[in-house]
């Protein structure tokens, strides 16, 4: 695994969890809109991804012999940049150009634009398909290296989804585990009640999956649960179903009823950041 000894591993999640909730309310403030509710509430998932799970090279995005992070969920890309900026996969001053003209950063992730951004997500239902024949491919090669993806509650009712989770079962993927952000929002409401794909662990498992189930915003019980997952000696695949709280550390964005695409106005985006700030972890 990539080596993050610096400081103690406690203190430097928290403390990465909190620098990527920091970095996308900045690139949010840029272009003063963005998905950023999900980006605060998936961060805690992609600091343990980042910062104790993945193998990688940041200043290597495409060494060869590193686990793959696939973002199904493209209008997530202001979480997963916020990540690379920290991971120094990106540079910091690239932080100001979000979304703009000729940016790396464009405001739906693509492959092309954006060092390592492994996949264009965009159309949902469609990273764990991807992250399957990645997988395959891994195993052909007689890697080592895991398939992590990463997908939204809403891509639980594509049909595509279910496809790849039977096949990944059919072919023993032990080096797939899929993340799923568990936040009950998409566009129309809450996703339970557009269609509901509960109980989502249970699912899983009837398709042949070894799961986990815990609180997307708990690093300790995250952690354990991505240990757990790599360390698995079954040859199935894994996921880890995690429930999150969207805008989770800026406590009056999450209160906002409608925070799928949650409405920041112009004198917000300093008060989100002052609010932010007030939580930082020593």
């Given at each position: 695994?990539?080596?993050?000894?610096?400081?103690?591993?406690?203190?430097?999640?928290?403390?990465?969890?909190?620098?990527?909730?920091h970095?996308?309310?900045r690139m949010?403030?840029?272009q003063?809109?963005?998905?950023?509710?999900?980006?605060?509430g998936?961060?805690?998932?992609?600091?343990v991804?980042?910062?104790?799970?993945l193998?990688y090279?940041?200043?290597?995005?495409?060494?060869?012999?590193?686990?793959?992070?696939?973002?199904?969920?493209?209008?997530?890309?202001?979480?997963?940049?916020?990540?690379?900026?920290?991971?120094?996969?990106?540079?910091?001053?690239?932080?100001?150009?979000?979304g703009?003209?000729?940016?790396?950063?464009?405001?739906?992730g693509?492959?092309?634009?954006?060092?390592?951004?492994?996949?264009?997500?965009?159309?949902?239902?469609?990273?764990?398909?991807?992250?399957?024949?990645?997988?395959l491919?891994?195993?052909?090669?007689?890697?080592?290296?895991?398939?992590y993806n990463?997908m939204?509650?809403?891509e639980?009712?594509?049909?595509s989804?279910?496809?790849a989770?039977?096949?990944?079962?059919?072919?023993?993927?032990?080096?797939?585990?899929?993340?799923?952000?568990?936040?009950?929002?998409?566009?129309?409401?809450?996703s339970?009640?557009?269609?509901?794909?509960?109980?989502?662990?249970?699912?899983?498992?009837?398709?042949?999956?070894?799961?986990?189930?815990?609180?997307?915003?708990?690093?300790g019980?995250?952690?354990?649960?991505?240990?757990?997952?790599?360390?698995?000696?079954?040859p199935?695949?894994r996921a880890?179903?995690?429930?999150t709280?969207?805008?989770?550390?800026?406590?009056?964005l999450?209160?906002?009823?409608?925070?799928?695409?949650?409405?920041?106005?112009?004198?917000?985006?300093?008060?989100?950041?002052?609010?932010l700030?007030?939580?930082?972890?020593?």
């Open positions: 695994m990539t080596d993050f000894t610096d400081i103690d591993v406690n203190l430097s999640l928290a403390q990465r969890a909190w620098n990527i909730r970095k996308a309310l949010g403030a840029v003063k809109q963005g998905y950023v509710g999900q980006a605060l998936v961060a805690d998932v992609l600091a991804s980042y910062f104790h799970a193998n090279r940041p200043e290597e995005p495409e060494w060869e012999g590193r686990d793959r992070f696939l973002l199904s969920i493209g209008h997530y890309a202001i979480a997963l940049y916020a990540a690379l900026l920290e991971a120094g996969v990106l540079p910091e001053y690239e932080l100001e150009t979000y703009t003209d000729d940016s790396r950063l464009p405001m739906s693509m492959a092309s634009y954006t060092p390592g951004m492994e996949i264009t997500g965009g159309s949902l239902g469609h990273g764990l398909g991807i992250g399957v024949g990645m997988a491919g891994l195993k052909r090669k007689n890697s080592s290296s895991f398939i990463l939204s509650d809403g639980l009712g594509e049909g989804t279910w496809e989770a039977m096949s990944a079962a059919h072919h023993k993927l032990d080096n797939l585990i899929c993340l799923v952000d568990f936040n009950d929002q998409q566009a129309d409401g809450p339970t009640q557009m269609l509901s794909s509960e109980p989502a662990d249970g699912k899983f498992e009837a398709f042949g999956w070894y799961v986990q189930r815990v609180d997307g915003n708990d690093l019980a995250l952690v354990e649960a991505f240990d757990k997952a790599r360390n698995f000696d079954g199935q695949p880890i179903i995690c429930d709280k969207m805008c989770k550390g800026v406590p009056f999450e209160e906002r009823e409608i925070t799928h695409f949650v409405r920041v106005d112009e004198d917000e985006w300093d008060l989100a950041l002052k609010v700030e007030e939580g930082k972890p020593s």
